[in-house]
């Protein structure tokens, strides 16, 4: 299980003077699902052409099933590399019918052997009755399905998909992205999606890959990196929080304006006596109303499903609570904080 | 010279779709190389000959002479712009944006003048209106004794007019088609009225299209031959005609040529300086809805009135006239099988011409749109080269060239097919370029990771893709081809003869009834390729 069908080791690409993806490391086993996670214009999508051969990296290596197929020096063409890619335009061939797009990456089978395998993963696909339309009669929804079906017809050992659900009505989106899942996981195939969207990316990923300017800072389960950031950026990225400053104890814990908190952290440098911030999210702390409490509810946001409090500490800082949509607190109210979390809070050094 | 409208159009697609940044491969390079090397050849050969041209040939430069053709070119092209503009952006607005009865008929009419070649335009004008012409013959009767000179000015910018209006009348109208409903309702809702609305908001969105289309005036006008030497009006065309043919001494010619040359140039650069200021495309992502028609109201009929002026004057009168003298031949006992020759000798270069064209664009195009770059770029602009050299222009070179250095394929059909080549490759460059930008790099590459190599990507996915604009090119090559003259007169070999150059020695001379048979039959085979493009312009709205 645990073999690594995609490597990248140390990858640096740039385009011009602009470093568009910056000493990226990480590999993908057989049938994990790894979801790299960015803002537009992070690198994500250069990872992926990379992985794919479309790029040549400046420096490191990528290797697939243990063989290196990209250097600086030398790169095998995409063609030869086995490798699946689903585009964000899903980049059908808009003269060929469906069959005929599904079948174009089977050129070594027979007519039979094709014909067998185009209704294989069309049935996969449940379009099994599409097959002789052309891809502009075809919804959004079905010609995402009909590119993953192309792209896994030549049955590769990995495949790479580029927000392959940002194009799709909001509603169907979950829908569609469990399909894929489905199909990835019962094909036991490697998979690297990129996304901008991170419930998008928890939702699917097995790890998620945070990446911000080029640069990988931290690859984990989406547990992980949700709730032990390695980094204030990461925690920005893969959740809405605030932070709180407080001063670490003799005994491990932290001293904030929201009480003594356990934390934990990635970096080695916080001591007993530094300074630091934790991460707090909305659903860390519960509220209580109490008419001689510390805190003030500064603002209230009714969002349907939910209740956002802003709640303004003693120093001035605020914090978001979340609670749920019965919450009739209203702004202007004191109110005391109740700890929620079982865990640790993730701390870095200020 | 004359060139597709599509190319200007286009806005550049390139800044959304990423181009591949690996160096290109030598498979394209290396004929994209060759074919920019053997378009600069005629204006470096031309360039290396005037310059090796003897002092006197220099001193004849600076004579008030050349003043006098130079300030006449430049009259005319003024002349024939300005009154273009005049008559096509009216004609283009009526024919995209109002609720005028007719309008499909009429918009596929006004294009038509197209297909007219310059020197059939002037023959039945001179036929018509000259002096002892059709229109005095018929006003003798009631004492009409003179009409007003046509020789001249007057003729040759009304010929030119009407025949090069359409240029302008195709670029206007994209753009009217192009225009987002959406800034004009902006307009209106900000409380310009309907006038205010199309000074203020419309019309300075369409000044690339008319400068884009003018430029295509200014230089087809600059560049005939045909109707100025039939109307007597000394251009260069004309004198460097003269030059070549009478002076001993041919690199007078080769000066005078530069200098056209630079004029053309000159041309080129006032466009990209009104082209250049501000971006005039569609700015939001909306998709194109369609304006509201405009009610003209009682407009309506004056405004059919006007169009159907324009085709008359455009159309209608050189079909009569043609018409007249053909009969006037056949049962004057002219022969007809002459004809058939130069119809098959014609059919020929021109399909030859719009063959070689369309295979040399592939490589240029691809070049330049898959893998930009400074290289990429300087051989697209060299193989534009075509785009501001007059046909005389090129022609002469060929001349110069071939009877120096290829003595054995010169006098052949060969040097004249490389003639159309260079003149005319930047219209089927312009056609394939604009339909492989339509196919997005990720469709090849999406095939490229389904297994397919390079080769095989190509044959499968981006040449059917692209067939159409390819055929477009080549059928713009073709019609543009068929009326070529000065080219085909100076390097046709010996003893072949085109429609063109049948109707060019007839009318000349004033024959009349011999020249419109020929006529007839060039004007109904350009016909074939303009329907084409013009059908599928249509079913692209």
Known sequence: ?350 | MQINSTQHLSPSRSTRIFARVESPPLIILIPAGLVALAMALPLAYLIVRAFGASSEAWELLFRVRTAQILGRSALLVVTVTGASLAIATPLAWLTTRTDMPFRRTLSVLTALPLVVPSYVGAFLAISALGPKGLLQQMLSPIGVESLPEIYGLPGAAITLTLLSYPYTLLTVRAAFRNLDPSLDESARLLGHGSWSTFFRMTLPQLKPAMAAGSLLVALYTLSDFGAVSLMRYETFTWAIFQQYQSAFDRSIAAVLSLVLVLFAVLILMGDGFVASKGRFYRTGSGSARATNAVRLGRWRWPAVAFCVAAVVAALGMPTAVLGYWLVKGVSAGEPLTLVWSATLNSLYVSLMAAVAATVLAVPVAALAVRHPGHLSRLFERVSHTGYALPGIVVALALVFFGSRLVQPIYQTVWVLVFAYVVLFLPAALGSFRSSLMQVSPKIEEAARCLGHGRISVMLSITAPLTRSGLLMGGALVFLVTMKELPATLILGPLGFSTLASRIWSASSEAFFAQAAAPALMLIFISSVPLAILMIRDRSRQ
Do not use: W
Not at chain 1, 337 to 344: D, E, F, H
């Open chain 1, 1 to 350: 299980m645990n073999e690594a069908v995609l490597q990248c080791v140390g990858v640096t690409k740039s385009f011009g003077d602009f470093v568009a993806v910056r000493d990226v490391t990480f590999d993908v086993s057989r049938g994990e699902i790894v979801a790299i996670l960015g803002s537009s214009g992070c690198g994500k999508t250069t990872v992926l052409r990379l992985i794919a051969g479309l790029e040549r990296p400046d420096a490191g290596q990528i290797l697939i099933r243990g063989e290196v197929a990209s250097t600086p020096q030398r790169q095998t063409p995409p063609d030869k590399r086995g490798i699946g890619m689903v585009v964000q335009e899903y980049a059908l061939f808009p003269h060929m019918t469906v069959r005929q797009n599904v079948a174009f990456g089977l050129n070594n089978l027979s007519n039979d052997q094709k014909k067998g395998r185009v209704a294989e993963v069309m049935s996969l696909v449940r379009l099994e009755n599409l097959q002789d339309r052309y891809p502009h009669e075809l919804s959004g929804g079905q010609q995402q399905r009909i590119a993953l079906a192309r792209t896994m017809a030549p049955r590769p050992s990995a495949v790479l998909l580029d927000e392959p659900f940002s194009n799709i009505d909001a509603g169907l989106r979950s829908e569609v992205r469990r399909d894929v899942e489905e199909i990835l996981r019962v094909n036991d195939i490697a998979a690297v999606l990129v996304t901008h969207d991170r419930d998008e990316a928890f939702a699917i990923a097995d790890r998620v890959a945070v990446m911000s300017d080029g640069e990988l800072h931290q690859v984990d389960t989406p547990e992980a990196v949700y709730h032990l950031p390695s980094s204030k950026r990461v925690a920005q990225m893969t959740a809405t929080c605030d932070f709180i400053e407080g001063v670490v104890l003799q005994d491990g814990t932290v001293d904030t304006e929201a009480g003594i908190l356990a934390y934990d952290t990635h970096s080695s440098d916080i001591k007993p006596g530094s300074s630091v911030e934790l991460v707090i999210h909305p659903d860390d702390f519960g509220i209580d109303e109490n008419e001689s409490g510390a805190m003030i509810v500064q603002a209230r946001e009714f969002r349907g499903d939910a209740t956002v409090l802003v709640i303004a500490l003693p120093s001035g800082a605020t914090l978001r609570c979340r609670q749920d949509s019965h919450c009739a607190i209203t702004s202007g109210r004191r109110v005391d904080l109740i700890l929620n979390r079982p865990g640790p809070f993730a701390a870095f050094s200020v």
